[in-house]
């Protein structure tokens, strides 16, 4: 009975431990702007790396966790001004704008965690698992964010002149535009670093036996 309470014990401190690590990479990431890659007005983000880490290995709650740290401090670039797009977002409407940096990022947490748990469901391994999680993580993130700015913005200038600068002729061409280069690179770094990471963070845990 102690000895598989001090297990259970000591596999809550490492869930703490590991979820402290990764909240606080987005953290960095977020505050010190190494997490984004700016061309223009678009932003390339390597946050969905740590969400996408944290909601594999960790599961739904750390996901979402991850997911809503990733949000915050998106939503605070927009506040203080650090982000450019984000900023002339929330000068338009600081509520719209925390919706849209808020909850897409905290459901692609949630979203990636429900995603690897089903597929583990039918594998014997968790490679296939990890990989099509760790894909989905930036893709969610780009499709929710980019889905969501076009419903909460499409009666302003900044998504007519977005629009117009785009030169499509309908909402799924610019969507496609819209997503574009930075939507490619979230999903390779996505799909490489977050498999890496999430396979060997799962097979430490699973050596610990925690």
């Not at 993130?141 to 117009?164: C, H, R």
Request: proline letters at 3%; hydrophobic letters at 55%.
């Amino acid at each position: 009975m102690k000895k598989t309470a001090k297990t259970l014990k000591n596999a809550k401190i490492l869930r703490l431990t590991q979820l402290s690590v990764l909240v606080a990479l987005l953290l960095i990431f977020g505050f010190t702007n190494i997490g984004y890659i700016k061309i223009g007005v678009i932003e390339i983000t390597l946050n969905i790396i740590p969400v996408a880490v944290g909601a594999i290995v960790l599961g739904p709650s750390a996901g979402a966790v991850c997911g809503a740290v990733f949000g915050l401090t998106s939503f605070w670039q927009a506040a203080s001004g650090t982000s450019a797009f984000g900023m002339m977002l929330f000068q338009h409407s600081p509520l719209y704008t925390f919706i849209l940096c808020f909850i897409p990022r905290l459901l692609e947490g949630l979203l990636t965690a429900l995603i690897f748990k089903a597929l583990m469901k039918g594998c014997k391994n968790n490679s296939l698992p990890c990989a099509v999680a760790s894909l989905a993580c930036p893709l969610l993130n780009t499709l929710m964010f980019v889905g969501s700015f076009i419903l909460l913005f499409m009666k302003t200038d900044i998504f007519t002149n977005l629009y117009t600068q785009s030169a499509a002729t309908n909402i799924g061409a610019f969507f496609v535009w819209f997503v574009g280069l930075n939507g490619l690179v979230e999903a390779i770094a996505g799909f490489i670093i977050a498999t890496a990471v999430s396979k060997a963070l799962l097979t430490a845990n699973k050596r610990l036996k925690l």
